[in-house]
């Protein structure tokens, strides 16, 4: 959150010319590290942090990275995420810990601030303990221990005198690395440090060999004035209920921050901040010496404030707050830079559903959402990856990531994503039921109850989620904590999270004890509260009432060809067999490695597999209707059975093969579009079971001149309009328009149907379409399976520098130009490039009509080109005009 959230690049020469009456100053010590195991040093921290010793045989070092990323990036091991490599690489519960215990060294270039400037040296993440050293000297007086927990070091007495600074920094792993027996968090023990689960593997991922010990989060260098302005706490307070349009009425900003006086003496000075450049709240205080502060502001009234909405809802409007400590002689000792978006969390019991409803800003939203796990398994965390993964979600038509408890608490960067994109975030805290004893589990080493009381240091851990609630509590986005996944942390944890460290360092937004607990949604239908999470029949998500605000239900997700030759070798190629319920399922090891999951009878009604690419096309349709029922399912029912979902999973950060709407390398598949499609925030629908059309309304708007058009096509391209249907439909709901069940079911005979819905405008513009293709009386996609070659025309034109329109035509008289994939390639390579958005994919184009797919990319790849395959269209690629 420091200094506008972003990196700044200093010029060497500025670094000597610090003076009192300069802003505060801040860069990222993420170049020039050296490493080396500690097998290979025999010098201890203080001569390895004294500028003139020689390092001789070290290798160069990422960082922010771990050690198995460093290994990584200088060909010492495979890559872990290509086929069975990860097998090649020594897991640290076999090597033992100092197998992955590295010293880090960085110079730099540093001079001892004049007057009273101060310097300090932050560390936003380290996994697991370092012991630290500047210029001969140890910053820290005892081991630091703990994922979770910043450190910042005033070092201004421990600078170099000449400016040329060398930084030593000793890194161990986790105490207890777990031994990956292929369990949930393999036997569990990884649970016993304050750090994440996953690493000792899961259900869909293989173990990270390191754990991710390192340094695995930015390294910087601040400067201040004698006083250092600390987390800043911004809370926004917006009374009764608004709607995005229209001049707002006020709101409230409140602001408060952490003043740490250095000096020994009593310091007098004006605490103040301005939001979008005009001074807000100013307040003369004095601060004791030696001492840290909190300072609150009096409240700030804004008048007619722009308002942040979640994604579909409206704008994400946002404020630049800039807060500075002013000494009594005028000068800038501090600032802080925050951005800011106005709007209030509320939460209520919904009796209908018998669970927890969301509100924002006094408006019910329904909660469409994705769980996340985190972006990069080996945490190769940027702030690019962070904006396209979090683009994704928007793009699917989400309002909320869930961050799943084995994790993390995620970074700054992803949480400026959300904000950008309105995306709702559910934090989870570092439990899991898995490990932390939810369940008798014979994979486990400990028994339940043992495992109910870890982390062994329940101290750090409340000391780790204090500082995290006070980094990440100023984004707009955050709506919701939870104590852990499936489980409640000890009771001594969980007691002062909820009564002393949420609403005191926070108070704004809800807490759920665990993610799927009776705070959250009554589980009135037996289980645990959340699932299934393998592929369903679309019945189930229509006609099957689960849980009301499901924290996890997933399906399939594997991704298509090109996204499986990033990762499985050409030998290995083997598509699945599915042998039957009552037999199991053949597949090649390295599918099996990469955690595949059945498709099961889903595939065969397309026509079996021929081969792994044929399998990987198929999967794309299941995917497609699988994600688009899921959410359709759920949309039927808003506020009569359910208030939200959040689907298992929406993102892979390991090159796993279920659970995926992207692949690890941000290719995306037909699950992200198909969510695309089930999620619009207007949305007309068919439900395969009882034949109903209705549309859900997921805006704050009432709609009283729309048209409904319903439509069947047979596989010749013939077309009959079946139904015109005026559409009144009030805010934030669904209703039933037709019944055509028999008439639908008369369609497919023989071969299937097509099913089209448009809503259509005042102004006959399109304003909501679906396309099904519906099965024969048998279950089988026969006509599919016959259909004719559609010669579509296609064009593919730049609209600007990283944005092309491709416009794909279909003659009348031919049949529908079924499924298309588009995508954009390198031009010599045809390679695609990644990450590409798409505002529509797998698209199907009616005979006589066209559609466009508007493409936007973020490379500075200029010779491109357009990939484009379908169902019966073949594949071509096209230059860009």
């Known amino acids: 959150m420091k200094k506008n959230r972003g990196q700044f690049s200093i010029i060497c020469a500025l670094l000597f010319c610090y003076s009192s009456l300069q802003a505060q100053d801040q860069y990222e010590l993420n170049t020039g590290w050296q490493c080396a195991n500690i097998a290979k040093v025999t010098d201890k921290g203080e001569a390895l942090s004294d500028p003139t010793h020689t390092l001789t045989g070290w290798m160069p070092a990422t960082v922010p990275g771990t050690v198995l990323t460093t290994l990584l990036n200088n060909k010492e091991v495979p890559d872990p995420f290509y086929g069975m490599n990860n097998e090649k690489i020594p897991d640290i519960f076999h090597t033992g ?50 994922m979770f927990l910043r450190q910042t070091y005033n070092i201004t007495s421990l600078l170099a005198k000449d400016g040329h600074n060398r930084l030593a920094v000793i890194i161990y792993p ?71 349009q229209g001049v707002q009425a006020p709101a409230t900003i409140q602001v408060g921050a952490e003043l740490e006086n250095t000096s020994g003496e009593s310091i007098s000075g004006t605490l103040k901040y301005s939001l979008d450049g005009k001074t807000a709240v100013s307040q003369k205080v004095t601060l004791a010496p030696h001492a840290t502060t909190t300072v609150k502001l009096p409240d700030y009234t804004l008048q007619k404030p722009r308002l942040w909405w979640p994604n579909g809802y409206g704008p994400q409007a946002m404020y630049k707050l800039q807060l500075q400590f002013v000494t009594a002689a005028n000068t800038i000792s501090d600032k802080e830079d925050v951005e800011v978006g106005v709007r209030e969390i509320q939460t209520s019991w919904n009796a209908v559903t018998g669970s927890r409803q969301i509100a924002v800003n006094g408006q019910k939203i329904f909660i469409k959402g994705g769980n996340w796990i985190i972006s990069d398994a080996m945490l190769r965390f940027s702030k690019a990856r962070y904006d396209a993964e979090v683009r994704f979600h928007r793009d699917m038509n989400l309002n909320l990531i869930r961050i799943w408890g084995g994790a993390l608490t995620e970074r700054p960067e992803f949480y400026e994503a959300c904000d950008k994109y ?28 043992t495992r109910r009381k870890y982390p062994d240091d329940h101290g750090l851990a409340i000391r780790s989620v204090a500082d995290q609630v006070k980094m990440i509590r100023n984004y707009a986005s955050l709506a919701l904590y939870c104590g852990g996944n499936e489980i409640v942390p000890p009771a001594d944890i969980l007691k002062a999270m909820k009564d002393s460290i949420l609403p005191s360092l926070d108070g704004t937004r809800y807490f759920f004890d665990y993610s799927n607990s009776d705070s959250m949604s009554h589980n009135t239908l037996g289980g645990n509260g959340d699932g299934p999470y393998g592929i369903q029949s679309l019945a189930t998500f229509w006609s099957h009432r689960t849980f009301p605000f499901n924290s996890e239900i997933g399906s399939v997700g594997v991704g298509d060809y090109a996204s499986l030759e990033r990762f499985i070798p050409k030998e290995n190629m083997i598509p699945p067999v599915y042998n039957g319920s009552k037999k199991p399922m053949t597949e090649d090891s390295v599918w099996h490695y990469h955690k595949y999951i ?121 077309s009959e309009m079946l139904r015109e249907i005026p559409v009144e439909i009030k805010a934030t709901t669904t209703k039933k328009f037709a019944a055509l069940k028999d008439d639908i079911d008369a369609k497919r005979k023989g071969q299937g149907t097509f099913l089209r819905l448009r809503l259509l405008d005042a102004h006959k513009k399109i304003v909501s379409e679906n396309f099904y293709w519906l099965p024969d009386e048998k279950g089988n ?24 329109t491709v416009t794909l035509s279909n003659p009348a008289n031919g049949p529908v130009a079924f499924f298309n994939r588009v995508a954009v390639v390198d031009a010599k390579t045809k390679e695609r490039i990644l990450p590409a958005f798409y505002n529509d994919n797998y698209v199907s184009v009616m005979p006589g009509e066209k559609k466009t797919v508007t493409i936007s990319y973020p490379s500075a790849n200029s010779n491109v080109a357009i990939e484009l395959y379908g169902w019966n269209v073949k594949e071509q690629y096209l230059s860009v005009q």
């Open 97 to 146: 810990n100092d197998h992955y215990t590295y010293w880090f060294v960085k110079d730099f270039e540093e001079a001892q601030p004049t007057a009273d400037g101060q310097v300090w040296l932050n560390f936003r993440g380290v996994n697991y303990s370092s012991d630290i050293f500047l210029n001969g000297k140890k910053v820290n007086p005892e081991t630091h221990h703990g």
């Open 174 to 244: 986790a105490p207890f690395a777990g031994n990956p027996n292929g369990g949930q968090g393999g036997d569990g023990t990884i649970a016993k440090n304050v750090a994440h689960q996953y690493t000792a593997g899961w259900d869909w991922i293989q173990p990270i060999r390191d754990r991710n010990t390192g340094i695995w989060d930015k390294v910087t260098i601040e400067r201040t004035g004698v006083v250092n302005v600390k987390n800043p706490h911004v809370i926004t307070l917006v009374p009764g209920v608004r709607k995005p």
């Open 422 to 449: 309105g995306m709702l975030v559910f934090q989870d805290f570092w439990f899991s039921g898995d490990c932390n004893g939810r369940w008798v589990d014979p994979m486990k080493k400990e028994d339940q109850a």
């Open 598 to 718: 059945g498709y099961d009878e889903y595939i065969d009604p397309y026509g079996k597999a021929k081969d792994a690419k044929d399998f990987a096309n198929k999967a794309q349709l299941v995917n497609y209707d699988q994600y688009r029922g899921l959410m359709e399912g759920f949309s039927a029912h808003m506020w009569e059975w359910y208030t939200g979902v959040i689907i298992w999973k929406t993102q892979n950060p390991w090159t796993a093969m279920r659970g995926q709407m992207y692949d690890y390398y941000l290719d995306p598949n037909a699950c992200l579009y198909g969510l695309h499609n089930g999620s619009e925030p207007l949305h007309a629908m068919y439900n395969p079971i009882d034949g109903i059309v209705m549309v859900a309304n997921n805006t704050f708007a009432a709609y009283n001149n729309l048209q409904l058009e319903i439509q069947t096509v047979d596989m010749n391209g013939r």
């Open 781 to 804: 996609y026969s006509g599919l399976q016959q259909m004719a070659a559609a010669n579509v025309q296609v064009t593919a034109k730049r609209a600007a520098k990283d944005s092309i």
